[in-house]
């Protein structure tokens, strides 16, 4: 025989339980993006961060000893990757060096892998460093199994085709919120 007092106290932590999940989520996901608060065609200041980075299986610093130009290319890679975010953005937002800016995006490369494709973690945020954005992993997409070129051309060919992807990324949220 079944316990009915039993059977209803479970059914009211299922309950509970349930409504608790379903309220977390609800409140983390209105919390989660926010970039409907920046107005179309903002200035949107961008910092790259590659120092925690693993590129091509070595630290920045090591890579930086092993490929010579890294230092001087470096530039380039930012900027390429930049114009790939803009390109795919049409002027929605404008993301550059603007320091004055109150909305910092902010790209923190994990890894580059063999064939330069550029994985890393993105976050908007407001100048009272409320995250408005936020992604993980973001790169280029499906990797060839071999590409020509130098080790930093295929690094900024990457660069570019990862910018594209985060600005289709970008885009796509700005615009469905």
């Known amino acids: ?20 999940c379903f309220c977390s989520i609800v409140l983390s996901a209105q919390n989660e993006y926010k970039l409907s608060s920046i107005k179309p065609g903002s200035k949107i ?18 890579f930086a000893n092993y490929e010579k130009d890294w230092n001087k290319d470096k530039f380039s890679i930012i900027t390429k990757f930049q114009k790939g975010i803009n390109n795919k953005l049409d002027g929605l937002l404008n993301i550059g060096t603007y320091m004055d800016s109150p909305y910092t995006l902010m790209v923190t490369v994990k890894n580059i892998s063999d064939v330069g494709n550029i994985f890393c973690d993105v976050t908007i945020t407001d100048d009272n460093g ?29 660069a570019s085709l990862t910018g594209r992807s985060l600005g289709g990324i970008l885009k796509s949220e700005y615009l469905d919120q």
């Open 45 to 62: 200041n961008y910092v790259i961060d590659f120092s925690h980075s693993i590129i091509m299986g070595l630290s920045e610093t090591d």
């Open 1 to 20: 025989m079944i316990d009915m007092k039993n059977a209803l106290t479970l059914n009211y932590k299922f309950i509970i339980l349930t409504l608790f």
């Open 130 to 158: 409320q995250i408005l954005f936020a992604v993980k992993n973001v790169n280029g997409g499906a990797e060839p199994p071999f590409l020509p070129g130098t080790k930093l051309a295929k690094i900024k060919i990457w």
